[in-house]
């Protein structure tokens, strides 16, 4: 499916596409349903249903369960682990997840809190383990022209975190482009070990690139995930059972990487 959408030109619209498929558009298309069919029983059972998923579709309960099951991420790297790699033929590499194009506060431009938080993660586990980082991101289907992500990227760890990146991949717009461009990248330079940072939900499909990507070049790479943002949104029991833009967010970004593991995307 994806390669159809690429075959066609219809690559920018990708982001708005997805969107269509993704909470609250269906909930509210029941709501309109049962709008229209109001005085009929069926009406009633969409308008019942529409508010239902509407509600549960916001909660943090839902939408943690729902990435358990819809994509089983991997749990946690140990740190430890990483040290016993042979820094040689082994590297980290941080996923871009979002560059803001213009940030009035900072005078140009930055990256979004998942991109971020992605990076702190990656310079973390550098540190820990001894090994080198790099970040892979260019500029997004939906972005602007401007300043590639990992440029940004490589700007932040470099003056606020104090650890510069060894090398960055700076042409990609998406996962499929961020897989195939870093492993170009590093098959010169021996690269067989191969320590992945994203979000625990994008991880599957990010692998699952990674591992076609090597697969196309004929380089031999192991895999190792190293997620982040394992941590529940909203601790409260209560809390997570009650609508929140925290649940909201992650039952979206779940469904999303389910069908673009669905669609080969």
């Known amino acids: 499916m994806n390669e159809i ?40 059972a969409l308008l019942v ?11 943090d309960v839902v939408a943690e369960r729902a990435r358990e099951v819809l994509l089983q991420p991997p749990p946690a790297v140990d740190p430890a682990a990483l040290q016993r790699l042979p820094a040689a033929r082994a590297t ?7 560059r803001e194009a213009r940030a009035p506060e900072y005078g140009g431009p930055s990256l979004t809190h998942l991109s971020l938080e992605r990076l702190r993660y990656g310079v973390w ?22 300043v590639a992500e990992a440029v940004v990227a490589a700007r932040i760890a ?3 975190f104090g650890h510069p990146l060894r090398w960055v991949e700076d042409g990609s717009r998406d996962t499929r482009e961020n897989a195939a461009r870093t492993v170009a990248l590093l098959r010169p330079r021996g690269i067989t070990e191969l320590v992945v940072v994203t979000q625990d939900w994008h991880m599957p499909r990010a692998l699952r690139a990674f591992e076609q990507a090597a697969a196309a070049q004929g380089m031999a790479l ?12 909203v601790e409260q029991p ?6 929140s ?8 970004q779940v469904l999303r990487e389910r069908i673009g593991l669905l669609m080969g995307s």
């Open 5 to 44: 959408v690429m075959r066609l030109g219809l690559e920018a619209w990708k982001p708005a596409l997805g969107t269509l498929l993704l909470p609250p558009v269906p909930a509210l298309l029941v709501l309109l349903l049962g709008l229209l069919w109001r005085r009929t029983r069926a009406g009633l």
């Open 49 to 59: 249903l529409s508010a239902l998923l509407l509600w549960f579709g916001a909660t």
């Open 92 to 98: 980290i590499v941080v996923l871009g997840g979002g």
């Open 125 to 146: 586990l550098s540190r820990a383990s001894g090994l080198g980082v790099g970040f892979s991101g260019g500029v997004g289907h939906a972005g602007e022209p401007g």
């Open 158 to 160: 470099r003056e606020e």
């Open 222 to 233: 192991r895999l190792i995930a190293a997620p982040v943002g394992l941590a529940p949104r």
């Open 238 to 243: 209560l809390l997570r059972w009650l609508p």
């Open 245 to 252: 833009s925290e649940g909201f967010t992650l039952l979206r």
